[in-house]
């Protein structure tokens, strides 16, 4: 399974950016979906991720400014990043839960800087 993330960048702050990641198998309705991201120096966190028929479930820090959806029939998630703040810079990492296994992408650097 591969997993192809796009869209990263450099943002400014109170800006706009969306990110995809396409997978290359199908993704059903109860794969989990999701971002998490790493700024440098910290840990790995969760950004949000979803799951079809169920709510988002957000990291505390984007909750409100951040949404994340997916698109099935083209094993898509996405992530639309609102009022990006320069602490959101980090790269972003897409994954899929298959089953009981969880499958990463290779990352996409944000940068949020006037």
């Known amino acids: 399974v591969q997993l192809q993330a796009s869209g990263g960048g450099l943002v400014q702050p109170g800006g706009s950016l969306r990110l995809s990641c396409a997978a290359s198998?199908?993704?059903?309705?109860?794969?989990?979906m999701g971002w998490y991201r790493q700024a440098p120096g910290k840990q790995r966190e969760l950004v949000a991720t979803i799951r079809s028929g169920r709510d988002p479930n957000y990291g505390d820090s984007v909750k409100g400014r951040f949404a994340i959806s997916r698109d099935n029939a083209r094993n898509t998630v996405y992530l639309e990043m609102n009022f990006p703040k320069p602490e959101d810079t980090a790269v972003y990492y897409c994954?899929?839960?298959?089953?009981?296994?969880?499958?990463w992408g290779q990352g996409t650097l944000v940068t949020v800087s006037s």
């Open positions: 994954t899929v839960k298959y089953g009981d296994r969880w499958y």
């Open positions: 198998e199908r993704v059903f309705s109860g794969d989990v």
